[in-house]
């Protein structure tokens, strides 16, 4: 090929670009108007600074088919997930209430609160594990999901709920959870196994009256918002906001709900520490036991 | 002006004006094609198919610019497909979703190769001699077509299955393979069996490229004048793959026992007479990625593929029986690779040296049950062929729909098989450029404009593109430049 054609094919290839570059605003995924509620805002994580103009880019990247261009959750794909399937519906930021916090019910989440659920994303929901990405960008996320909702503009973020050293996992702790269990009546949404299926379960709908299901301990995944002890008691302490799983801080003191963390672990099919206490215990006292989920005035042991 | 400097810039080229005109027309042709696509009304431009109608996640969320992955797709590929969400086994989707990606790319391209041997009198006859000349092709055409399906089994069992056809759909297996992830509750141990790429940092098989010179790495493919040795590292070869990774898919590794038969099915493949080594090859990979900022995140690896291949059959009768390769002789390739990103990840660099080296009997195409002194030619000093080859390739994302794409590659013989043979034979130069834009990107297909210019300097072999009549130049060290003009649209569904 002559040397000289080069500048044909440059030629042709300009033109094609500025053809192409031109046309790209009409329907570009770049070019959806995304309406936020508020102007820019910025995320702090750590050390590192979230900017919302950037996580702007990165939202119509990779969020914006599920959470929409208008951050509520109507995105292209939200029509897809059908809750009475068993699948969660994306999550409306325009609200600002979200499931996984670190700080009290009815606050707003902190930055690293968000910046955790982007890394760990939900289990058993559409909404996947984001660690590919960078701390940079999974900041800037959090930060251009704060501008959907004025609420970010007018209060500041709760103040984190503090965790107490966790106390000894025996059998006296997980006795304990167990008469709580019934007494706080968690087994009529999740059953008196565990198995998410307690009385109430087909009838409980989250804020946005979208069927829900109570968790299932025996299906072996992980938490929603974490999976480890401390997760399991900031879930108890915080509450999944816009869900009905409540809140417990004004109704139990912070041992107790480490007692109900023991217990929760035994019914879970991995062979926890807890569950190695139990098993034994159940073989040889279970008939002892008085079963879960009938009304006990007097609690079940 | 402008028409004055074309003018101009046509008759420098020596081209007769009705074919520039002819070109022009062509592409203003493909051009106006694509204007319909402008006035789709408000098409939100989401992504791949198979995954992306399963998930429900746009494209841009997989791939920079499709086919190639980001890190949030190497995870999910790492992960054997599979979000990790307790939602990627069958019974979570609905009973009429079938994972199933086509893609196709219809195009216009013109082939132009210099200095092939073509008969002096068209046809041949008596007095024909060969003489060295420039040979062209254009016109429209299609690729092959993928035919690919892939998904999970079971929570953690996932398989690929991508029957690939050419242009005639003359159908082959380009992969097929069963994969068993998270093995002993850990992403550091998976295991993959069949046909299947090999785990190299920068895929050709994702990569951006289309054109016939500049859609493969000559790295990936290279064989020095006269040597035998078919492997090229980037084709699937059939085997076991081990390979773990991090969470995030920062750390990487990858250990595969290979067949010693270049991914060809069939011990009896005709095809195969000395290609199918009844031994087995390894390749090693490991990279670490870090982030850097702003910038994103940087990747840089290493590999080596050790293998031998056979250099002659066993015979019946004196015909060679397939599939029985004897006299292996050993080869390697090694190197390293890189992926890093600028400017906000906008600015994507993917550096990757390469050192090659294969047996002297591969080298110079000789039978191992003959002494090299026999084999060797009188007065030529024999000696395994090695060389020192790389590319730099840039890709500048505008925007998740425009990516503007340019590679330089080379490779340098360092030792010659035969003394005998031009220093410089072998050596390749390779240069593409070109840009593809994405104006449908939907969560359910895609569809992407791509042109493209690449051309390829080789010396003294036939270029690996295969254009022009396919032979090396008449000397030993003529330079060949082979280029590849490409116009289409890549689509998959």
């Known amino acids: ?301 | 002006m402008f028409l004055r400097l074309m003018r101009g810039v046509v008759r420098s080229m020596r081209f007769p004006l009705w074919t520039a005109a002819k070109l022009a027309t062509v592409a203003a042709l493909l051009f106006t094609a694509a204007q319909p696509l402008y006035a789709l009304p408000g098409l939100k431009t989401m992504a791949i198919p198979a995954f992306a109608r399963k998930y429900g996640l746009p494209c841009s969320a997989c791939h920079t610019a499709w086919p190639e992955l980001n890190n949030f797709g190497q995870v999910f590929r790492d992960n054997g497909y599979q979000l990790m969400n307790d939602r990627d086994s069958p019974i979570w989707q609905n009973p009429s979703y079938f994972p199933i990606t086509l893609r196709m790319t219809p195009n216009w391209h013109l082939e132009n190769t210099t200095n092939q041997p073509v008969d002096s009198i068209p046809g041949g006859g008596g007095a024909s001699t060969l003489v060295s000349k420039t040979v062209q092709m254009n016109g429209f055409d299609l690729s092959g077509m993928d035919f690919w399906t892939a998904g999970t089994l079971y929570k953690n069992v996932t398989f690929s299955l991508l029957p690939s056809s050419d242009a005639t759909a003359t159908f082959h297996f380009e992969n097929a393979f069963v994969r068993f992830d998270n093995l002993a509750h850990s992403t550091w141990f998976n295991v993959k069996v069949g046909k299947f790429e090999l785990d190299n940092l920068i895929s050709e098989k994702r990569f951006l490229f289309l054109s016939a010179n500049g859609g493969l790495y000559q790295n990936y493919h290279f064989a020095p004048a006269g040597d035998t040795n078919n492997f090229g590292i980037g084709d699937n070869q059939l085997g076991v793959e081990l390979t773990g990774h991090s969470a995030n898919s920062y750390t990487r590794y990858g250990v595969a026992v290979l067949s010693a038969n270049e991914g060809t099915v069939g011990f009896g493949n005709g095809n195969n007479v000395v290609n199918a080594g009844r031994t087995y090859d390894v390749y090693l990979t490991f990279s670490q990625a870090f982030q850097a900022g702003s910038q994103g995140l940087q990747r840089l690896g290493a590999y080596a593929y050790f293998g031998e291949r056979p250099t002659y059959a066993q015979t019946s009768a004196g015909v060679p029986i397939t599939g029985l390769g004897l006299g292996n002789k050993p080869f390697y390739r090694a190197g390293f690779a890189g992926d890093f990103f600028l400017l906000n990840s906008k600015l994507e660099f993917l550096p990757l040296y390469m050192h090659g080296y294969d047996n002297v009997y591969l080298g110079i195409g000789a039978p191992a049950n003959v002494p090299l002194a026999t084999a060797c030619p009188p007065t030529v000093l024999c000696q395994a062929p090695t060389w020192n080859g790389g590319f730099l390739e840039s890709h500048y994302y505008v925007n998740p729909q425009v990516v503007l794409l340019a590679r330089y590659e080379l490779i340098r013989m360092d030792h010659q098989a035969l003394s005998s043979n031009p220093d410089n034979q072998s050596n390749i130069d390779a240069y593409s450029v070109g840009y593809r834009w994405y104006p449908i990107m939907f969560s359910r297909a895609g569809l992407a404009f791509h042109n493209e210019y690449s051309i390829v300097k080789s010396i003294g072999i036939v270029p690996l593109s295969g254009n022009g009549v396919g032979l090396p130049p008449l000397a030993a060290n003529g330079k060949v430049w082979s280029g590849s003009l490409f116009i289409g649209f890549d689509f998959d569904f």
Request: hydrophobic share 35%; net charge neutral.
């Open chain 1, 1 to 301: 090929m002559k040397p000289k054609l080069y500048v044909l094919v440059l030629l042709m290839g300009l033109a094609g670009l500025l053809l192409t570059a031109g046309a790209t605003p009409c329907f570009a995924q770049i070019d959806i108007h995304i309406h936020t509620a508020t102007g820019p805002m910025e995320s702090h994580v750590g050390n590192v600074v979230g900017h919302s103009e950037e996580g702007a880019k990165l939202y119509r990247r990779f969020c914006i088919g599920c959470h929409g261009p208008d951050g509520d959750g109507n995105g292209e794909n939200a029509m897809w997930f059908d809750p009475t399937m068993g699948f969660v519906k994306p999550r409306d930021f325009t609200l600002a209430v979200f499931k996984c916090r670190s700080t009290p019910t009815g606050t707003l989440p902190t930055d690293e609160d968000l910046f955790n659920s982007v890394t760990r994303g939900f289990v058993t929901t559409n909404m996947p594990q984001w660690r590919g990405l960078t701390d940079q960008d999974r900041a800037n996320l959090a930060a251009f999901v704060k501008t959907f909702s004025e609420r970010w503009a007018t209060q500041k973020a709760g103040a984190p709920i503090p965790i107490p050293p966790e106390t000894p996992a025996n059998i006296e702790s997980i006795l304990r959870g167990r008469v709580l269990f019934q007494k706080m009546e968690c087994w009529k949404c999740h059953g008196p196994q565990g198995h998410g299926d307690g009385p109430s379960a087909a009838t409980l709908t989250d804020s946005k009256d979208v069927p829900i299901r109570p968790y299932n301990f025996s299906s072996g995944s992980r938490f929603k918002c974490g999976e480890t002890n401390q997760d399991l008691y900031r879930i108890f302490m915080t509450g999944l906001d816009g869900t009905p799983m409540p809140s417990f801080a004004d109704n139990i003191q912070p041992n107790d709900a480490w007692d109900l963390v023991h217990f929760l672990r035994t019914l879970q099919p991995m062979n926890t520490p807890e569950a190695a206490l139990w098993k034994p215990y159940v073989a040889a006292h279970g008939k002892e036991l008085k079963p879960i989920g009938q009304e006990q005035p007097g609690g079940g042991n």
